[in-house]
Structure formats: structure tokens, C-alpha cells
């Protein structure tokens, strides 16, 4: 019962244990999430200054687009530089010339001349480049490798800003004739390098860089990266009137597209600009600057789980680290304590509830042979009484006539009360065992005599029933320790329990030896025997095995007998076996001075 109580109650306090975890957690979710709303709006504003402050390198930036009602002008439509064809009168006037001397007339060395007057009549940067280029390819096609050379690598360094009207830079011809010309090296790929950073290239123009790079290379991985970012560019520039609805939209951020960016609204000199920022690069850096965010991530839509991040970011949720936190392992620690402790209440519950079992049980079988006891008791007493009585009411009758039969009634009345007076005396040696009142007194004493005053006791009854009895006892025997009457005790119940367990054999052994220091009693029977899983218990108070059936007796001889030796520091044995008799032996401890 208070086993169950106790259950119950590890049980609730686990629950609440669970509850207040839950409530925990949730509360420490809420606070997370608000903190990380509050350091990603923090973080996003400070990319909206920078760029509004014209900061050239701001990092995650993947897009700044300057905005027209529904229109978005992508960085590399914005180029003021870009070379518009047709050109001025003059410029195209001295081009065509040059191009009819190189071409039709395959004069390349007069048609140098031309696009010389050319780039000097061009106002625009990306004209007069545009002059150069063909002025490059007329030195190269009359044989003037070095010169030739000259002007295309000046044209290779006039980077990305001068395009033409297709928004390619046109340093990056020069650097495809450069390429074609000297075989790739390290300078050319160092331009296309500044191209690969540039913000402002237009697909068409990626792509072209893209075919100038050699193999696989991490520049040829980052600029088909930015030929995804524009693409992806070109795809906002077609949704933005669905994705930023207004102008003016204050200061939300919305994510947008694969890989995923967040959108927002800013000002750029004075314009309506949209701006995109990478999201992936965004968790990195607070990642790497806060290593308790390990595991943190933003997503977009209620796919990819998380929590919602407020309604600055609409859609957007966070996937929140592993919240671990140490309140949460103390919990874990008391949950394990508490399921310990109640394991062990458990257990100690069930052994003493084992002990107590056993104990009743014990006291079970005792309540059982007491009864027992008193029977036999009762019993063993009336038949000698009677016999007593029987045969002293004869002798008073005068009914034995012959002096021989007297005798032989005197006899059985002397025999018979012996008998009853032993019984008592093993009753009353056990009561006075079991009140504590039965003091041994140990005096140095021959064991040998003792033997001997024993067997004479049972002389009589011996012969009578036929028994033949071979004493054995060796000579020079040390002297032993010994309370003589007890220990003579012992011997006369070994001696009844061998002719009361002999069934029809009629041999009986006594032995008295010595031997590693100790003298050893042997009482030899073939009778009976005794079954194994028995012969330990036999020496229980009122223990009677089952082969006492119809053998009179109380169940206390052998008790008492090992009561005996444990009291001479010595012990009692039993080697038996059913059917074909046992060996008592009683070992007694030899001092040694
Ligand atoms: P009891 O008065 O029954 O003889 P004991 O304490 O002397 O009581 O013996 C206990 C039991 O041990 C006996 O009831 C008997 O079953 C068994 N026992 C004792 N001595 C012998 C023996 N020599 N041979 C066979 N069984 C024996």
C-alpha cells in the first residue's frame, strides 16, 4: 500500500517534473525567437544604412535594384557607360572606313589609321573602347603582334563598367582575344576575377566570362553562382510588383525564391531601390558569431517547420537550435534521481515484504511441529506409563507367581521408566534451551568414559531388542574439554535414534577416534537412512523426517544434540543414505597448548 502510495506520488512529481520542462522550453523558444527577431532585424537594418550610405562591399548583398513603380532596374541595365549603338556621326563615319579598308579591301594596316581617328572622335568610354578593340584586330591582322597585344590588354583593364549596348563589358573581349592569342594565364584570369566580384554584370555578360574560365575551378564555381543570383534577379525583377506590393512598403522583409533572399525596401540616393540579402550567408555570420545559434536556420513557409518571426518578416520562420539548456539537464538529473530513489524504495519494499513472508512462514511450520510436539509428547509418555502401570497392578494382583516372572515384571517397570525418565529429560533439557537457562560447564574430562557410561545405560534395552553393538575406541586418546553428562546425553540419543531407525537390521557401530585435532564420535546404523533434501533439517527442533513414520519420538533428540556439540565448539554430522543407514558424528576440538 504505501509501496503504491509512493508510486503514485514519483508518478505526479515526474508529470509536474515533465510540465514545468514543457513550460520551460516553450518560454525559452518564445524568448529565443524574439531575440532572434530582434538581431536579424538589427542586422538586415544596418545592411539597409550601409547601403543607402553607398558602402561599397556589404556583406550577404546579393542584389541592390533601383525601383520604378512595378519596374525594377537591374544593376547591369543601369550602366551610364554602356556604348549605344549607332554611335556619333564621326566615330561611325571613321569605323565604317576602317572596317571597308580591312574587310572588303583586306588592307588591315591602312585601315589602322580609321579607327585611330575614331577613338579620338568618340566622346562616349564605351565608343572610344569599342574603336580600340577594332583598332587592335587591325594591328594583329597586319602583323603588329606586340602592338596588337598592347591595346588589347588596355582594353582588358578598363574592367566591367564600360559595356556595350548588350551590357558586355567590352574588356571582356579583349580578354577572349588575349586568351586566344597567348593561351591563359594568370594576369587574364586576375581580370576575370574582378569580373566574377562585380555586382553589376548582366547574364549574358556571366556567362561569357563563365566560357573564359578554364575547367573547374572555385572562380568558375563562384561565377556560376552569380549567374544563378542573376537569373534569380531577373526573376524578382519580373515578380516585384507581387512580391513588394508597394513602393513605399515600410520596413518588412520578404523572402523570395531558391536559394532563398529577403527583400526589402530602401533608398538609394534619393530613389525607391529594393534590395536582396542572402539568407543562407546571413545565418552563417550569426552562426560563426554565435556559437549557441549551431543548428539555427530561416526558412520560408510553414514547410520546413520553425517559428514564425513576427510580423516584420512575413513568412519567414526560424528553425531554432537544440535547446538544451542547463535547467533542463538538472531536470533531466532530478527525473533520474527520483526514478532511482523510487526503484530502491521498490526493492527494499519487496525484500523486507520477502523477509516477512519468510519469517511467517517459518513461524507457520514451527506453530505446525509445536502441535506436533505436544502429540507425540502426550503419546511417547502414555505408552510407558502404561506398561508401568499394567505391570505393577499384575504384581500387586499377585498374578506373577514364579519369581522368575516378578523379576521379569520388576524389569520392564525399571526399563519402562528409565525410558520415561530420559524422555522427560530431553523435554526438560529443551525447555531449559529455549528459556537460555541451559549452561554447559566444561572440565577437562576422558571422552572415552563418557562412551563407555553410555553404552552401559543402553546395555539393557540393547540386548532385549537384539541389537549387537561394536565399540570401537582408540587408544591414547588426548583429554578433552567436555561437560560429561550433556556430552553423555548426546551419545544415549544417538544410541536410541540407531535402534529406533534400524528397521530389521540389528548392528550398531560406536567409534571414538581422533584425528587433525579433534576427537571424533561415530554412532554407525544400517537401518533406515535418511532422504538427502532432509538431512539438514533433522536437526530442527521438533523435526521428525519422513521415515519416522510409526517410530515413536518427539523431534528433539538431534536437536538437542547439536545444541550439545555447538556448545563444545565442535559440530554434528550426517552421512545417510535410504536404506542402507546413517553415520552421526560429533567432532569435538582438541586444545592444542
Ligand atoms: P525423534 O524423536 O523423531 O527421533 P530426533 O531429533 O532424534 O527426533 O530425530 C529427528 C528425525 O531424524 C527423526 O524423526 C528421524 O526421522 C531422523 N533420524 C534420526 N536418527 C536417525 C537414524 N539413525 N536413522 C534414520 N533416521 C534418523
Redesign the pocket.
Known sequence: MPCLLLLALAGRLIQQERELAATRERQHREALVLDLGNRLAARLERIRLQVSAGVAAVPALELIAHRDGDSLQLPWEAGSSAFLWPASEAVRAAIAAGEREELAERAPARAIAHYRSAMAAATAPGEKAYARLLLARALHASGREPDALREYRAIAGLGPGVTDNQQIPIALYAVERLAALEGPSESLQSVLETFADSIELSPAALHLVADLVEGTSTLRERIDERIRRTEQAARLQRDIGRVLPREDEPRAWIPYGEPLWLVGATQVSGRNAVIAVSVEKLVRTMVAEDATLQGFDLVAGRDGGGESLGSAFPGLRAVLPQLRTSADEEAVARRHFLIAALAAVLATSLIAAWLLLRDVRREVRLADLRSQFVS?VSH?LKTPLSAIRMFAESLRMGRATEPQQRDEYLEIIVNESERLSRLLE?VLEFSKIERGDRHYKLEWGDLAEVVRAAVRAVQYPLQQMGFRLELEIAQDLSPVRIDADAVEQAVL??L???M???GTSREIGLRLEQSAGQAILR?I?S????PLN?QE???E????????DG???????????AHIAKAHDGRVT?Q?EPGR??T?SMFFPLETS
Open positions: 507425540s511417547e530431553n540419543n544417538l536410541a535414534n540407531a529406533k531407525y534400524s554412532v546404523d537401518g533406515l537412512g535418511i532432509e533439517k533433522i536437526f527442533k521438533f523435526y521428525r523426517a519422513r521415515n519416522s517410530v515413536s519420538g518427539a523431534g528433539l533428540g538431534l536437536a538437542l544434540v550426517v545417510s543407514g546413517s552421526f
